[in-house]
């Protein structure tokens, strides 16, 4: 791990991983190592752990019962892998473009720098890097100023180093995950008063929750999912993430509340496990 940890990863309560399930495991896990540049850490037949520099962040895991999602399920918008330096956002633009992979847009949120694609089976990805946090602008609430404008992408690929790309640059890890949900104000209620994070921007639609003061851990919006159900077991897609807790008081807080509203969790040996009130799986641990 590099010594020094992005600003999003040193806040209260940060994205640990990701789990996917998906249809085709060789051809996703391939992508992810090619074309994202993770690499395997643990692997079995009906799984695969990846991450970067033996640091987990995706778990794809595959089995028969698996049914693909619809469009407008909940689950994942898009996972948002944070990189270390405009120069890494930049060293991986072209080696996706010498690779000839669709990009989906790219964005420059005032806060951060974007590129979107998705993998093989339509889960959303999101390429980014982040500006220091003193070039960003809060609000007198604490809420942050984000926006969404173009991004010079021949720029950014100008930029690039012209070394080979030899997998995600350590450090590179899991800033954000962005959400479809079935509505708003029972995310907001869910984000803020059961898991203690704060509302750091909205946009029509979506809100964006982050803790420690950085623009958003988790996002959510039902832009493609309004009125969406619980998902079923058996769904592709997002299963589940992770939220590491860097205060334990703050792991506490939100397990008093899960208690103190009567939402089903387990305690396990090393964490809280529950569910979203979309049957996205969570596991908090500090």
């Known amino acids: ?31 992810y190592r090619k074309i994202i540049g993770l690499s395997v850490i643990e692997k079995s037949p009906s799984g695969e752990v990846l ?26 918008f898009h996972t948002a892998f944070l990189m270390p330096s405009r120069q890494d956002l930049a060293h991986w633009l072209a080696h996706a473009a010498h690779n000839n992979i669709q990009l989906q847009g790219a964005s420059d949120h005032l806060v951060s720098e974007a590129i979107y694609l998705a993998d093989p089976e339509g889960n959303g990805i999101e ?16 809420t942050v100023e984000m926006a969404t404008l173009g991004l010079n992408l021949q720029a950014l690929y100008d930029s690039a180093p012209k070394t080979a790309f030899e997998g995600a640059a350590e450090g590179t890890a ?11 104000p029972q995310a907001d209620e869910f984000y803020q ?19 420690g003061a950085y623009h958003h851990h988790v996002a959510a919006n039902i832009w493609n999912s309004r009125g969406a159900t619980a998902r079923k077991d058996n769904m592709t897609g997002l299963s589940g993430y992770s939220l590491k807790f860097n205060e334990r008081d ?3 807080r939100a397990a008093a ?7 089903a969790s387990e305690r396990q040996g090393d964490g809280i496990v529950l569910k979203d009130p979309w049957g996205i799986g969570l596991k908090l641990s500090a």
């Open 1 to 31: 791990m590099s010594e020094i940890k992005q600003f999003a990863l040193t806040r209260p309560a940060y994205v640990g991983q990701a789990h996917l399930v998906v249809h085709d495991l060789p051809r996703v896990s391939d992508f």
């Open 193 to 211: 008063d059961v898991l203690g994070l704060k509302i750091m921007a909205r946009y029509p639609g979506a809100s964006f929750f982050g803790s």
């Open 250 to 252: 703050a792991l506490d």
């Open 51 to 76: 991450g970067v520099n033996g640091q987990p962040l995706l778990t794809l895991s595959t089995s028969t019962a698996a049914e693909r999602a619809p469009l407008n399920a909940a689950g994942l």
């Open 257 to 263: 509340a899960l208690d103190r509203l009567e939402i």
């Open 127 to 142: 390429m980014y890097r982040d500006r220091s946090p003193e070039e960003w602008t809060y609000q007198q609430d604490g």
């Open 174 to 184: 899991i800033g954000h995950i962005h959400l479809q949900v079935g509505n708003i």
